[in-house]
């Protein structure tokens, strides 16, 4: 990916992870600079990574090409008006706050931003993120280019051609992670009743969530259904389980949980 000059506004958990794949990756320490209210000069990020740290939000904006805004969503208005003395027009801004939308963005800051909008989940953490990219119209293919190997740094990327499927991108990656845990939790507690000791349990169910989501990455040729249907031998013990999930409906509780998801991230639209 190309080098440009690159700051992020916020270092806290999202930022950190991005920067820690970027610098991993080769990305060179002097163009990354992280600014934040209690950034210092024996930070983690200075010391770890070798980035710049700063507490000046207006000066590290001046000096880069590209601006990660990476604060909470309800801090993003005030962070944006202190930077009104920055000429947007020469520069990338990329926006990974969850829930504003790039119009809000651009009223936020007073002037039309070539903004690219992400939403990653919680596994970027970890390096294993899936993000949702939508560009605003006016962003060239060499910044979309950029920002998806920026946020590739820290998982896959999946570029939607219209802002409104980022809430689809939340519904199906970002509020996924929950899902996944929400269910392995319920398997937890059920090996736990049938004898096994807390850790016993925990082990059972994360290695073959594990070996569950390694078979569908390894195989892409076979679609996740065909999957299912290998390992399940007609009157065996998973085809039970499965009628039981069947006969309470799973495919549209999780049809109505995702449709939960999208609705609520158009009214957190509304919220900014
Ligand atoms: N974490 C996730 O899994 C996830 C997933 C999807 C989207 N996101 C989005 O990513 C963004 C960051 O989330 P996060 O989890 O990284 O949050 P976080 O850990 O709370 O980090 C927020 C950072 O913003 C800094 N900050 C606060 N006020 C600031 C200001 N005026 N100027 C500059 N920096 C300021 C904080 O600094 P101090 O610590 O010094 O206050 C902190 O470093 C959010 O908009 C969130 O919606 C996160």
Request: contains cysteine; glycine residues 8%; proline residues 3%.
């Amino acid at each position: 990916m190309e080098h440009r000059s690159l700051t992020f506004i916020g270092a806290g958990n999202m930022a950190r992870s991005i920067i820690a794949g970027l610098v991993n990756a080769g990305y060179p320490t002097k163009a990354i600079t992280a600014s934040s209210p209690s950034a210092h000069p024996g930070d983690v990020l200075s010391t770890d990574y070798g980035i710049q740290t700063t507490r000046d939000n207006l000066h590290a904006c001046q000096a880069a090409d590209v601006i990660v805004l990476a604060v909470k969503p309800q801090l993003m208005a005030q962070v944006l008006s202190d930077l009104s003395a920055v000429d947007w027009s020469s520069k990338l801004v990329i926006s990974i706050a969850a829930g504003i939308s790039t119009h809000r963005l651009c009223e936020m800051a007073g002037t039309t931003l070539n903004l690219v909008r992400v939403m990653p989940n919680t596994p970027s953490l970890v390096g294993q993120g899936m993000s949702g990219l939508f560009a605003s119209s006016q962003v060239t293919d060499a910044d979309k280019r950029y920002a998806t190997a920026l946020m590739e740094a820290v998982g896959e990327v999946c570029c939607v051609d219209e802002e409104a499927k980022i809430n689809g991108v939340i519904a199906a990656a970002g509020s996924a992670p929950a899902y996944f845990f929400r269910f392995m939790e319920a398997m937890q507690q059920e090996a736990i009743r049938q004898g096994f000791s807390d850790e016993q349990a925990r082990q059972l169910v994360q290695q073959a969530a594990k070996g569950a989501a390694e078979m569908v990455v390894s195989n892409t040729d076979t679609t996740i259904g065909q999957l299912r249907e290998q390992v399940t031998s007609k009157g065996g013990t998973t085809a039970e389980a499965l009628r039981v999930f069947d006969q309470h409906g799973i495919g549209d509780i999780v049809a109505q949980a995702m449709q939960a998801a999208v609705s609520r991230a158009e009214q957190m639209e509304q919220e900014f």
